[in-house]
């Protein structure tokens, strides 16, 4: 027998053995398709990113350059460090670092506990309450900002981190993600849980919660990213930008702040993009399983 085709049959029988059938040509064909059409999407995706990257370290003058360039006659490194030397761009990163992280740390425990009590728990009125919190996801945020400010004057929170936090903490949208997720715990754990002696707080701390990590991943990425990339509430609830300012408003301000520089601006919403790149980098897998798995609630 010749040497590709024993390696052929070789590789056949390890399918064989594994339990999956050996793909057909037509099979292959469409695979290799796919991966065509994945990689052109990908391009297609990254291409802006790219460009924007290499306009980063790109003179000034060269930015408008006709026609396009993607390398500039001179790399500049240098737009990197000079961003931090124009306002107090390491004031914007640091707060929306806190306003992100602490935000994010509200919505994950409020969330979870939300989506237990209407997940796992029986009591009269639950289904109806359920639906009316869902209701709020049709209320544009726009409709509802300024509301929200004259009850941070109540408080007296405008132009505090407190106006910047809590009042998203509350999402209709993490409750119900948390929710279908609890649903697709089987019911027996906790139904065990119970026989041995826990009662519901034990059981949500000791037994749903632990099981829930990739849906607690996906919602700390939304979230992350939500307070990370939220410009409007900041820009009208905010006074002093340059003490409580978060990085869309510093970036929005950058052009003021440098005239017509515009490889600095663009070095700097590279800098703005690192953190939740590198999130969701770390938190990938977690992401796919956790988006998969939350789709199988409701059973």
């Known amino acids: 027998m010749p ?8 590789k056949e029988d390890q399918e064989k053995v594994a339990g999956h059938a050996p793909m057909t040509r037509p099979e292959k064909v469409r695979l290799v398709f796919a991966h065509i059409g994945v990689y052109i999407a990908a391009a297609i995706f990254l291409a802006p990113l790219v460009y924007a990257f290499f306009s980063a ?4 003058q060269e930015i408008f350059s006709m026609p396009p360039t993607l390398i500039a006659s001179e790399v500049r490194w240098t737009n990197f460090i000079d961003v931090f030397s124009y306002g107090p761009f390491l ?17 994950l425990a409020v969330s979870t506990m939300a989506g237990y009590a209407f997940g796992r728990l029986r009591w009269k ?3 109806a309450v359920f639906v009316l919190f869902l209701a709020t996801l049709m209320v544009p945020a726009e409709v509802i900002v300024i509301p929200m400010f004259i009850v941070m004057q109540w408080f007296g929170w ?15 949208f993490g409750t119900f993600l948390m929710r279908q997720f609890f649903r697709g715990i089987p019911f027996e754990l906790e139904e065990a849980a119970r026989v041995d002696g826990a009662g519901p707080i034990r059981t949500f701390l000791q037994i749903i919660l632990p099981l829930s990590k990739s849906g607690v991943a996906v919602l700390a990425v939304f979230t992350f990213l939500g307070f990370w990339n939220s410009y409007l509430w900041p820009l009208i609830v905010t006074v002093d930008y340059a003490a409580h300012g978060t990085l869309p408003i510093g970036l929005a301000s950058f052009s003021g702040l440098t005239g017509t520089r ?33 789709g199988l609630g409701g059973r």
């Open 158 to 172: 405008v132009d505090t981190y407190q106006a910047l936090i809590f009042p998203f903490a509350f999402t209709a």
């Open 91 to 107: 004031t914007y990163i640091g707060n929306s670092f806190f306003v992100a992280i602490a935000g994010t740390l509200v919505v």
């Open 262 to 294: 515009w490889d600095l601006q663009m070095a700097a919403a590279i800098i703005s993009m690192i953190p939740t790149t590198v999130l969701v980098i770390a938190l990938q897998k977690h992401l796919v399983k956790g988006i998969s798995m939350a």
């Open 125 to 127: 009125g639950r289904d």
């Open 57 to 60: 370290m790109k003179p000034n």
């Open 3 to 10: 040497p590709a085709r024993k390696r052929r049959r070789g």
